[in-house]
């Protein structure tokens, strides 16, 4: 599997190494979400009403199943559209629609799982928000 993540990627000198893992989080009906992460080609899953649920139960599957100490264990997240906008419940959906050139009532339909944006919009979306965190980077801000 492409996303496989093998144990020497974080055991080096018999000393333990952070690994990263990649976690893939969507929308599993309802309003429940579903996790998962390849390791060792082994696929582990597990699902959680929020993020930091879904996390803490995939670090104990990965202690149970391959003996990594949660603590040694980092998350790369890759979210679906409904999984995105929970993580950062701060986002205005009217607005990145706004910024990525869409009609804020489709990516609310995306959002609300009542259809799935094509890859192309999916990319759309994400450049959307490369380039807002990018603006946002660079902001300095003054006191009077």
């Known amino acids: 599997m492409e996303n496989s ?6 055991q080096q000198s018999g000393k ?17 979400l579903w996790g998962r992460v390849v390791y ?6 597990d699902f959680a009403e929020t993020i930091p649920e879904l ?3 995939i670090k104990s ?5 391959e003996e990594i100490p949660p603590e040694h264990v980092e998350f ?6 409904y999984a995105l906008f929970q993580k ?20 609310r339909q995306y959002v609300s799982g009542v259809k799935s944006p094509s890859i192309e919009q999916a990319k759309k979306i994400e450049k959307t928000l490369h380039h807002l965190a990018t603006e946002l980077q660079e902001v300095i801000i003054i006191t009077s």
Request: glycine residues 6%.
């Open 5 to 10: 993540i093998q144990q020497q990627d974080y």
């Open 61 to 65: 599957l990965l202690w149970d199943f």
């Open 16 to 32: 333990m190494e952070i690994v990263k893992i990649p976690l893939t989080i969507e929308r599993q009906g309802g309003k429940e």
């Open 88 to 107: 950062f419940d701060f986002l205005k959906i009217s607005t990145v629609a706004e910024h990525a050139g869409m009609n804020p009532g489709l990516l």
């Open 40 to 45: 060792n080609d082994n696929l582990i899953t």
């Open 55 to 57: 996390e803490a139960k």
């Open 76 to 81: 790369t997240h890759q979210y679906d559209i």
